[in-house]
């Protein structure tokens, strides 16, 4: 990172923090990080929509940055917990960052690679730009395994380029300036619309995990009774989304900006995806270790309760 890249952080982070002191004014607040909205934010959408957070007694305050940013946050103590548990997380944890992932909503990935007509198969994308977030998120390490499973050598066959959130890169390939990229929907629906082809789905890429909640184990335990409710009101938010699909396609058409008929079919495509208890089991734990270790370039495995931390959860049960 550059030291210019460096000081706006740090700047950031200082005003999120003193923005955090004047809301705390006004009562009990939980600083959430969230990359934007998104189906894998929905749970906390929900819940705050519904009143679940204020029933709890407490207030959620979100922040919208970039994932690395908004981890970056959380290690300074300026924001609370995030939506991101992926491989920014474990990486934060392997350099020593108290940090653990303590829910998660989905256990399987909800990608799919769209590409201009022209490319109708893998050997098709030598030479082609394709669009991705960030290096190490988990939409990058998913494109790098489909490509690779599929003979394309991404290191020298193409090229990626590295975009920002999906709204951004989906505007990037409607602009024409990459070739291709992953998407979700809502923006997987929109590519469709504009005629690009979905030429692989990674929902059978097992160890991927899009969002949940991580935190601090200093949040865990200074403010264990606001990390009590957080989850609480968070799991009923998960609940609803798997079993009320009037409700969840309302909400869904508010935050993501939709219209109803395109929010159901959102929620039909993505439900199957998410998770009813918010946790995973721990053979499933290890796989997602596997996949984010790869993912970030780590050689020496660890053991699950180093990242995962699903006490909370489970107590509510």
């Known amino acids: 990172m550059s030291p ?40 906390y959408l929900i819940a705050d929509d519904l009143g679940f957070y204020r029933d709890e007694g407490i207030r959620i305050e979100i922040t ?57 198969s893998f050997a098709d994308l030598k030479g082609a730009k394709i669009g991705s977030s960030t290096p190490g998120s988990t939409n990058d390490r998913l494109l790098k395994v489909v490509l690779e499973k ?56 097992v160890g991927a995990l899009q969002g949940g909640v991580s935190t601090t184990a200093g949040f865990l335990q ?21 079993t009320n699909r009037e409700g969840t396609v309302r909400i869904m058409a508010k935050y993501l900006e939709l219209a109803a008929d395109k929010a159901a079919r959102v929620y039909d495509e993505t439900t199957p995806a998410f998770v009813s208890d918010g946790t995973i089991s721990a053979d499933f734990q290890d796989r997602v270790l596997e996949f984010e270790l790869k993912t970030i370039g780590a050689e020496k495995k660890i053991a699950r309760d180093r990242l995962f931390d699903f006490s909370l959860i489970k107590a509510m049960k």
């Open 222 to 242: 200074n403010h264990r009774s606001a990390a009590e409710k957080l989850h609480r009101a968070t799991l009923k938010g998960l609940k609803y989304f798997k």
């Open 150 to 205: 599929n003979g394309v050598d991404w290191r020298k066959d193409l090229s990626i380029i590295y975009i920002g959130t999906s709204d951004v890169v989906f505007r990037a390939l409607q602009a024409g300036s990459i070739d291709g990229a992953p998407l979700t929907p809502p923006a997987s629906f929109q590519a469709e619309e504009f005629g690009f082809y979905p030429l692989a789905d990674f929902i059978n890429e």
């Open 4 to 43: 210019t890249s460096v000081f706006r952080l740090c700047a950031a982070i200082l005003l999120l923090a003193a923005a955090t002191v004047r809301a705390a004014d006004n009562g009990p607040v939980v600083r959430l990080h969230l990359p934007g909205y998104s189906t894998s934010s929905l749970p």
């Open 64 to 120: 919208r940055i970039r994932t690395g940013a908004g981890i970056q946050a959380m290690i300074a103590g300026a924001v609370d917990a995030s939506q991101i548990v992926g491989p920014t997380v474990l990486a934060a944890v392997l350099g020593g960052a108290p940090l653990k992932v303590t829910m998660v909503f989905n256990d399987k990935p909800t990608f799919k690679l769209y590409v201009k007509k022209r490319f109708r």
